[in-house]
């Protein structure tokens, strides 16, 4: 009996991303204590999809005091020069002085406003049952491990709670879920109508699409592996965009445990 009901249970769409959204949260909340590292590749296109330039660059993120800070490593596929890596290197210690130079209760509040804006960002997340019409569409495999396939369009005429959550209704995808531990080992999803945003209305096309893979950093969390965004779209009322990106994230470290700031040695070719 117990077993039919969990069963039932699990291939509930609306349960299953429900848990994988909480999960997901749980890992974001983890992640500040980690560094990693991450490459981007950024390709600019024509009107004919060609390319016409493409930009590359590798940082790193590290935490300091409870604050991530992104460290420039490469830029289009060369170490920086030894002045770009000495002024790398001026700015983490300005930012390492001035977290350093700060009161109990000014860290207290700058911990607490981060805690926040994280909650924002991600709240928006906790609507996808109520939005989606979400279908359960069997098993599959990713990376050698067992999910579950979800796939889900906006309810008609449904709307949403927060002004972040309104994008959702001009996206449909699917959620490929980790059977063993609830993760979202893969999130495809596709844009329905232009959505818009920011100050200087960046807009992005309807039919612009998004690939977000996840992968287990160890037995305590996943966090995010790679991500690969196609679309047109416009930054503000003439800069048109059409391009393609993806961004992979490697080398997580616990930062408590295995891993320490260290200045890059000035590279003797440069």
């Given at each position: 009996?117990?077993?039919?009901?969990?069963?039932?249970?699990?291939?509930?769409?609306?349960?299953?991303?429900?848990?994988?959204i909480a999960q997901?949260?749980?890992?974001?909340?983890?992640?500040?204590?980690?560094?990693?590292?991450?490459?981007?590749?950024?390709?600019?296109?024509?009107?004919?999809?060609?390319?016409?330039?493409?930009?590359?660059?590798?940082?790193?993120?590290?935490?300091?005091?409870?604050?991530?800070?992104?460290?420039?490593?490469?830029?289009?596929?060369?170490?920086?020069?030894?002045?770009?890596?000495?002024?790398?290197?001026?700015?983490?210690?300005?930012?390492?002085?001035?977290?350093?130079?700060?009161?109990?209760?000014?860290?207290?509040?700058?911990?607490?406003?981060?805690?926040?804006?994280?909650?924002?960002?991600?709240?928006?997340?906790?609507?996808?049952?109520e939005l989606f019409?979400?279908?359960?569409?069997?098993?599959?495999?990713?990376?050698?491990?067992?999910?579950?396939?979800?796939?889900?369009?906006?309810?008609?005429?449904?709307?949403?709670?927060?002004?972040?959550?309104?994008?959702?209704l001009k996206l449909?995808?699917?959620?490929?879920?980790?059977?063993?531990?609830?993760?979202?080992?893969?999130?495809?999803?596709?844009?329905?109508?232009?959505?818009?945003?920011?100050?200087?209305?960046?807009?992005?096309?309807?039919?612009?699409?998004?690939?977000?893979?996840?992968?287990?950093?160890?037995?305590?969390?996943?966090?995010?592996?790679?991500?690969?965004?196609?679309?047109?779209?416009?930054?503000?009322?003439?800069?048109?965009?059409?391009?393609?990106?993806?961004?992979?994230?490697?080398?997580?470290?616990?930062?408590?445990?295995?891993?320490?700031?260290?200045?890059?040695?000035?590279?003797?070719?440069?």
């Open positions: 009996m117990l077993i039919t009901v969990a069963a039932a249970w699990a291939q509930d769409p609306h349960e299953l991303v429900r848990r994988s997901d949260q749980l890992d974001w909340a983890r992640m500040k204590d980690y560094t990693w590292q991450a490459h981007s590749v950024e390709k600019h296109l024509d009107s004919h999809g060609r390319v016409i330039s493409t930009k590359r660059e590798t940082w790193e993120t590290l935490m300091l005091d409870g604050q991530p800070y992104r460290r420039t490593l490469e830029r289009d596929g060369k170490p920086l020069s030894q002045d770009e890596q000495r002024s790398e290197q001026k700015k983490l210690d300005r930012e390492t002085r001035r977290l350093g130079s700060e009161t109990l209760a000014e860290k207290q509040r700058r911990l607490e406003e981060a805690e926040k804006r994280r909650r924002r960002e991600f709240a928006f997340l906790s609507e996808i049952p019409d979400l279908r359960f569409e069997g098993d599959s495999i990713v990376d050698g491990r067992s999910v579950w396939v979800v796939s889900g369009a906006p309810r008609p005429g449904v709307k949403a709670k927060s002004g972040d959550a309104k994008m959702l449909r995808g699917r959620m490929l879920i980790d059977k063993a531990t609830y993760q979202w080992a893969r999130v495809e999803a596709e844009t329905t109508d232009t959505i818009s945003w920011g100050l200087f209305l960046a807009r992005l096309n309807s039919g612009a699409k998004m690939v977000f893979e996840q992968t287990e950093v160890n037995a305590e969390l996943w966090l995010p592996k790679r991500l690969v965004l196609t679309g047109s779209g416009r930054v503000g009322l003439i800069k048109r965009l059409a391009q393609d990106e993806e961004i992979e994230w490697s080398n997580y470290k616990k930062f408590s445990v295995d891993s320490k700031i260290v200045t890059n040695p000035p590279n003797p070719k440069n």
